[in-house]
């Protein structure tokens, strides 16, 4: 058996590497052009309801709960998008409280996303098969004052990929290719 060290950490926005951040939008604020980029995604069946997605070296399985004909195995798609964006709100949360030189000594972002089956089974073309509304909640434990808090969360709603997605609605493409 091994014998590994491992040194406590200590949960804090210091720890997140604003240098790197910093570097980043430098680099990118003198060319434009090495800020864009895509991520790609594929999403394979695995059987029933059930699929995985690889990103990047990272793989994601989802399942459908049992009525909706899945094995409820695994997280639901829809469960899926509330966790992108209370985890993109998370990181700008503590990259803006990093940026403020405020420390948290806990943050927990609640997303919550109704829905009414109706529009998922076709049974009332008036419904939406998505969300009909999305809301999050903040729990922070901070010495940060509400005034910086409000500026921190305006701050990491406005630069939120996910947060943006969600609210203005990127356009969606598709093709389709027969074959494997």
């Not at 949960?11 to 090495?34: G, Q």
């Not at 989802?62 to 004909?69: F, V, Y």
């Amino acid at each position: 058996m091994d014998d590994v060290t491992t040194e406590p950490t200590t949960k804090s926005c210091t720890n997140l590497d604003l240098d790197a951040f910093a570097a980043t939008r430098s680099a990118v604020e003198r060319d434009p052009s090495i800020g864009q980029g895509s991520f790609t995604t594929v999403t394979t069946w695995e059987d029933g309801a059930r699929a995985q997605t690889s990103a990047r070296s990272f793989r994601i399985e989802t399942d459908e709960p049992s009525p909706l004909g899945g094995t409820d195995r695994a997280v639901d798609p829809m469960e899926l998008l509330l966790a992108s964006l209370g985890t993109c709100l998370t990181i700008g949360w503590v990259t803006q409280a990093r940026k403020r030189n405020v420390d948290f000594r806990d943050l927990r972002i609640e997303v919550d996303g109704d829905y009414d089956l109706r529009g998922y089974l076709a049974l009332d073309d008036e419904v939406r098969p998505g969300f009909g509304g999305i809301r999050y909640r903040v729990r922070v434990d901070t010495d940060a004052p509400e005034p910086v808090l409000d500026e921190i969360r305006e701050a990491a709603e406005r630069t939120s990929p996910m947060f943006d997605n969600i609210v203005n609605g990127a356009p969606v493409a598709a093709t389709v290719e027969k074959g494997a």
